[in-house]
């Protein structure tokens, strides 16, 4: 059984604070990795992917990923209220890259 | 640029009943995918179609669920018959390119199916 962990949260910060969300994958032959957020009742949305070691930035959004350690991560800077969301990792499978495996999610609350 | 979508959003049905999920991919993308999510789980992969073919149905529970995609274009999941445990919300994806790696799936907004 392929397990993408992530710890539930909340998660709570206050506003202009940096959040920092955590996922972990058992299935060492992942290949790439991507961060969605996911409002309530709505779609999940794609914020970034990453399949090189390092940190990869977009904006307020930094992927870190580390596949020694089976980690990747996403720090959000200067966090906003609209951050507050519940953020997805998903994991390629090691033999059909379509296929994703989705942790169960990290609720994020931005404080004003 | 329309999304992807699903209908219905919400469907209530008794156990033993028939449903079926619609979902319309974004125009000119081969590759559509089911997912579901289940109360208090994580997101699981049901199946992936390239065009109207079954690339991988790894996901698909049981036999009661069937899942087609005639002409390449929009797909159906049916459930027949429904029971207790297949309630949960149902996402479809697509994406454009299967040979890719970071081939980005793009979600609908699901359908939350309660079985009574």
């Known amino acids: 059984q392929k397990e993408v962990e992530q710890n539930s949260g909340p998660l709570s910060v206050p506003e202009g604070a940096i959040a920092s969300l955590n996922c972990t994958y058992s299935d060492r032959g992942s290949q790439s990795f991507f961060w969605y957020r996911q409002y309530s009742g709505k779609s999940p949305e794609l914020i970034m992917f990453i399949y090189s070691n390092g940190d990869k930035e977009d904006g307020r959004f930094t992927a870190q990923l580390n596949k020694a350690s089976q980690y990747v991560s996403l720090l959000i800077r200067d966090s906003q209220p609209s951050d507050s969301a519940t953020y997805l990792c998903a994991v390629t499978d090691t033999s059909n890259f379509n296929k994703f495996y989705f942790g169960s999610g990290t609720k994020l609350n931005v404080k004003p | 640029e329309a999304g992807v979508t699903q209908f219905p959003s919400h469907s209530v049905i008794e156990k033993g009943q028939t449903v079926t999920l619609r979902c319309d991919p974004i125009?000119?993308?081969?590759?559509l995918y089911w997912y579901r999510r289940v109360m208090g789980k994580e997101i699981k992969f049901l199946l992936h179609?390239?065009?109207?073919?079954?690339?991988?149905e790894s996901g698909m529970p049981n036999n009661r669920f069937l899942a087609e995609r005639t002409g390449g274009t929009y797909s159906t999941l049916k459930v027949q018959p429904a029971e207790l445990e297949d309630s949960g919300v149902y996402f479809c994806?697509?994406?454009?390119?299967?040979?890719?790696?970071?081939?980005?799936?793009?979600f609908g907004p699901g359908t939350r199916l309660t079985v009574l």
């Open positions: 179609f390239v065009k109207e073919s079954k690339q991988d």
């Open positions: 125009s000119g993308h081969d590759n």
């Open positions: 994806a697509s994406s454009q390119d299967v040979r890719s790696s970071t081939d980005t799936q793009y």
